[in-house]
């Protein structure tokens, strides 16, 4: 597989395409992830958006109605590309399970960079008053989760590690959860040592995979 094609996002931050014409859906959705990420949720007004996008107001309301709609719209296609990266990357059978999580931490450091860290965490935070967002973003980290759980039961016992799936699946997500938020708060590696951690989480992995002689074992981070 290819790791570039896999880890591009269709709605990248710093992606300044349009479609063949700027009132597309499409081109109103890549402007607003290049606001958020740029700007900020209180910047991501209709007016700014519009104006990113080269289009008009009537046009954003057209094609979404209320900006509740577009907020759950922009959420569901920038999760959909995350949950199938994870999909993608962790049923590929060639690489060991230590190597896909590296590619993993290589997915966010350049997600971190890119901004899409951000403009997730952005329209989560959103989430905490309101009701359908915040509905959306549950229902889509439990998929998440289901992902990480679905891959431990299946690759972790082969490498004698009898832990709970659900366990080992809220263990990761919390954590990932938790190191995004403070990464967009400035923290240093020196703070919070999150790579080093994930680093050693590699090295663990490597090293049941040479002494159970492992040749697949997959989990997952976003």
Not at 41 to 65: D, K, M, Q, S
Not at 86 to 92: F, T, V
Not at 130 to 147: A, C, D, I, S, T
Not at 190 to 197: H, K, L, Q, S, V
Request: glycine share 8%; proline share 4%; no cysteine.
């Amino acid at each position: 597989m290819n790791r570039a094609a896999v880890a591009e996002h269709r709605y990248n931050a710093k992606d300044r395409r349009i479609g063949p014409r700027g009132d597309t859906p499409e081109t109103i959705l890549r402007a607003a992830v290049r606001v958020l990420a740029r700007d900020g949720f209180p910047a991501l007004t209709a007016r700014n958006i519009a104006r990113e996008a080269g289009t008009n107001l009537a046009l954003l309301n057209y094609h979404f109605g209320t900006k509740e709609r577009f907020l759950l719209a922009l959420f569901d296609v920038l999760d959909d590309e995350r949950i199938a990266r994870q999909r993608a990357m962790y049923s590929a059978p060639d690489d060991r399970l230590s190597t896909k999580w590296r590619r993993a931490v290589e997915f966010y450091r350049a997600d971190l960079a890119a901004g899409y860290v951000r403009v997730l965490q952005e329209l989560t935070a959103y989430g905490y008053s309101n009701v359908r967002v915040r509905r959306r973003v549950r229902e889509r980290m439990r998929e998440w989760r289901g992902v990480i759980e679905e891959v431990a039961a299946r690759e972790l016992p082969p490498l004698g590690l009898d832990l709970p799936p659900a366990q080992v699946a809220s263990a990761v997500a919390s954590f990932w959860l938790g190191m995004e938020s403070q990464h967009l708060l400035g923290a240093t590696e020196e703070e919070g040592r999150f790579f080093e951690i994930l680093d050693r989480i590699g090295d663990f992995i490597e090293a049941r995979e040479g002494a159970k002689g492992g040749r697949h074992a997959r989990t997952g981070a976003r």
